[in-house]
């Protein structure tokens, strides 16, 4: 991830107000399928509290990027469209999907349900890119002196990458898969920069 380039695209985004807005659209459907991910594992693993509580947070993170969009368009529907395309809409199930056949051709102790790694692997991957692209919007949003701050958000996403390392570090074997999945992660997520460049071009060149 090239921090100087996602600097510019973010100043890009924060200095257009209806691209602004569609960019916190964009975020609050991945943090609202974040939180649909997580609950489909609760069969799996039973009613865990911790679980319940990172999907109850991840629905509070949605709710609170789509409520963003009032403090720049007070008149605001909140039905804006995605940025990114099938990207902005498939981006975690892709991932999903990719560990858990990597975890098909892993070998970790029987004992281990390949849906508790699944989760644990996959929410690393998420969080770890969250905390990464959170801290610098955070900072160009201050820059900028925009009305909306999600300091709030990163305090609890870098408190659920912690949870995921800890959890990962306790399963034989689990902790060596982490290169191939952060491997994975990085090419969705350089798809999902294409065609995220791909509509701020689209949406600029409609707006001049």
């Excluded at 510019?8 to 602004?20: E, G, Q, R, S, V």
């Excluded at 963003?68 to 940025?83: A, F, H, T, V, Y």
């Excluded at 996959?122 to 969250?130: F, K, Q």
């Amino acid at each position: 991830m090239n921090t100087h380039e996602w600097r510019h695209i973010l100043k890009t985004i924060i200095a257009k107000p209806n691209l602004h807005c569609r960019w916190l659209a964009t975020l609050s459907h991945l943090e609202n399928c974040g939180a649909r991910k997580i609950m489909n594992y609760q069969p799996y693993l039973g009613t865990d509290i911790e679980l319940l509580q990172h999907a109850a947070e991840e629905s509070r993170h949605a709710y609170y990027f789509s409520k963003q969009i009032n403090k720049i368009n007070p008149d605001s529907d909140n039905k804006w469209p995605l940025l990114a395309g099938h990207m902005g809409k498939r981006f975690l199930h892709r991932l999903d999907l990719g560990i858990a056949r990597l975890l098909q051709n892993t070998k970790i102790p029987e004992k281990t349900c390949l849906n508790n790694s699944s989760y644990l692997l996959t929410t690393y991957g998420i969080e770890l890119r969250a905390e990464i692209l959170y801290d610098l919007y955070e900072a160009e949003l201050q820059k900028s002196k925009s009305p909306v701050s999600i300091l709030s958000i990163i305090r609890e996403e870098k408190h659920h990458l912690a949870q995921m390392e800890e959890s990962i570090n306790k399963i034989p074997g689990l902790a060596f898969v982490k290169p191939q999945v952060l491997a994975l992660e990085e090419s969705l997520f350089k798809d999902f920069e294409i065609l995220l460049k791909k509509s701020i071009g689209e949406h600029l060149a409609k707006s001049a």
